[in-house]
């Protein structure tokens, strides 16, 4: 089944403990990105990557740090996490970018920091 | 001023009616757009695109855009409990916030 996957779904953490999501696809797509949703502001794009080793900022990317060393995986680093990063995060894999291809969304990770 | 605003809702309607879900877009060279469904503890899923000025559809949903307002809607006829989601407009990666509508039977 083709999907994007996310761990951990949920996560309870505590100011400046590092953390990584991981996010992996499983249908060869060159392009990966993460975002934050938040209510009111809607999905919000932190980093994204256009293949291996190419990665690139997007709207919000203070405090996180993404790396592409595989093309299936593209883990999204906290390194010291704070109350403001609280948010539902998504992954997605897109195989012709997001300017005219279906992006393929993990089902979420809700991370509270206290 | 955002690149992609959107009705925030939320809308209520009864089985059976059209809903008109609505977007405006800041940037003139966009023509290419799409919606995107999310149901609630899931990850959007993208319902259908619609590229440039005019009309497409999909079976009871419609999409259009309107180049000269910079207008971007989308349709849905017969509207069912199952469409009960909140519906993201979007382009490229620029979402809007999202309209949650709630289809009762």
């Known amino acids: 089944e083709a999907q994007v996957t996310q761990n951990p779904r949920y996560l309870i953490t505590v100011t400046g403990k590092k953390l990584t999501v991981t996010c992996s696809q499983n249908m060869n797509h060159e392009y990966m990105s993460w975002y934050r949703q938040d209510p009111g502001l809607g999905l919000r794009q932190i980093y994204y990557?256009?293949?291996?080793?190419?990665?690139d900022k997007g709207d919000v990317p203070e405090g996180y740090k993404v790396s592409r060393k595989e093309k299936r995986n593209f883990p999204l680093i906290l390194e010291s996490p704070s109350p403001n990063q609280t948010s539902l995060y998504f992954c997605?894999?897109?195989?012709?970018?997001?300017?005219?291809?279906?992006?393929?969304f993990g089902p979420g990770t809700r991370l509270t920091v206290l | 001023q955002k690149e992609v605003e959107q009705d925030p809702g939320p809308l209520s309607v009864p089985e059976g009616a059209i809903v008109s879900l609505n977007c405006t877009y800041s940037n003139s060279a966009f023509q290419y757009f799409m919606w995107y469904r999310q149901y609630s503890r899931k990850g959007p899923e993208l319902l259908m695109y619609t590229y440039s000025s005019g009309n497409k559809e999909d079976g009871r949903f419609t999409a259009q855009v309107d180049k000269s307002s910079k207008y971007i809607s989308l349709f849905i006829r017969d509207s069912q409990p199952s469409d009960s989601a909140t519906y993201l407009c979007?382009?490229?990666?620029?979402f809007g916030t999202g309209t949650s509508l709630t289809v009762i039977p």
């Open positions: 997605a894999s897109s195989s012709a970018g997001p300017v005219f291809g279906e992006q393929f």
């Open positions: 990557s256009m293949n291996v080793e190419v990665t």
């Open positions: 979007t382009y490229q990666f620029y």
